[in-house]
Antibody
Framework: QVQLVESGGAVVQPGRSLRLSCAAS????????MHWVRQAPGKGLEWVAV????????FSADSVKGRFTISRDNSRDTLFLQMDSLRADDTGLYYC???????????????WGQGTLVTVSS | QSALTQPASVSGSPGQSITISCTGS?????????VSWYRQHPGKAPQLVIY???YRSSRISSRFSGSKSGNTASLTISGLQAEDEADYYC???????????FGTGTMVTVV
């Protein structure tokens, strides 16, 4: 069965960096676009970024553009999110989610991990 | 890109039908038939319910249905059950740099 397991969440100071990982199993990872979605404590969902199946195309939300970088290693079935210049409003639970096919366009999020918690605080 | 607008809460009795609205703009829901809905039980990850406006996930009961008119999408739950109590979020493709936008979320209560 499809499994997505996030890791790397931590408590970090504002301005610092953090890298999240998402280990995938139960499907052909290299055939699907992958997304990051976050949820601030007690708040709603916010789409963060997407990467195409082959890693050659990426998009990110305006709120994280220039600070967060999505990447993937298809040889290790792993998705990453490099988070730089972290701010207090980046605090939240970060989910990885599988896209519906190889493209990041016109997609939905059909499987989700359990999330990893990032807390940005001094 | 602003969040899509959903009612904060909707309630119903067991066996009743309820409808959750999701209002966007001509730039997202009004242009694209790529609206999806997600259910999130407390402390759990979201789960896909409906995709492409009206197609139900294979893991979801046939009591759930989706539709769209203009800039507003809707999720209907018929034969309401206690297990349907959860937060529900809509999402839409936008076609601009922030490719996807979620709704503000709706808490469904079975009274």
């Amino acid at each position: 069965q499809v499994q997505l397991v996030e890791s790397g969440g931590a408590v970090v100071q504002p301005g610092r960096s953090l890298r999240l990982s998402c280990a995938a199993s139960g499907f052909t990872f290299s055939s699907f676009a992958m997304h990051w979605v976050r949820q601030a404590p007690g708040k709603g969902l916010e789409w963060v970024a997407v990467i195409w199946d082959d890693g050659n195309k990426k998009f990110s939300a305006d709120s994280v553009k220039g600070r967060f970088t999505i990447s993937r290693d298809n040889s290790r079935d792993t998705l990453f999110l490099q988070m730089d210049s972290l701010r207090a409003d980046d605090t939240g639970l970060y989910y990885c989610a599988r896209g519906s096919d190889e493209s990041g366009y016109f997609s939905h999020f059909d499987y989700w991990g359990q999330g990893t918690l990032v807390t940005v605080s001094s | 890109q602003s969040a899509l607008t959903q009612p904060a809460s909707v309630s119903g009795s067991p066996g009743q039908s309820i409808t959750i609205s999701c209002t966007g703009s001509s730039s997202d829901i009004g242009t694209y038939d790529y609206v999806s809905w997600y259910r999130q039980h407390p402390g759990k990850a979201p789960q896909l319910v409906i995709y492409d406006v009206r197609y139900r996930s294979s893991r979801i009961s046939s009591r759930f249905s989706g539709s769209k008119s203009g800039n507003t999408a809707s999720l209907t739950i018929s034969g309401l059950q206690a297990e349907d109590e959860a937060d529900y979020y809509c999402a839409s493709y936008t076609g601009i740099s922030t490719l996807y936008v979620f709704g503000t979320g709706t808490m469904v209560t079975v009274v």
